[in-house]
């Protein structure tokens, strides 16, 4: 896997992540996004 296709990847996640409520504020890359 690709460096990009890896980044697309965690992004897709994390909005995923974030749209179920799932945030954790430990998370530094949780809360850059």
Request: net charge positive; glycine share 12%.
């Amino acid at each position: 896997m690709t460096y990009e296709a890896r980044l697309g990847f965690d992004l897709r996640l994390m909005s995923v992540l974030g749209r179920c409520g799932r945030r954790q504020p430990g998370d530094p890359r949780l809360a850059a996004r």
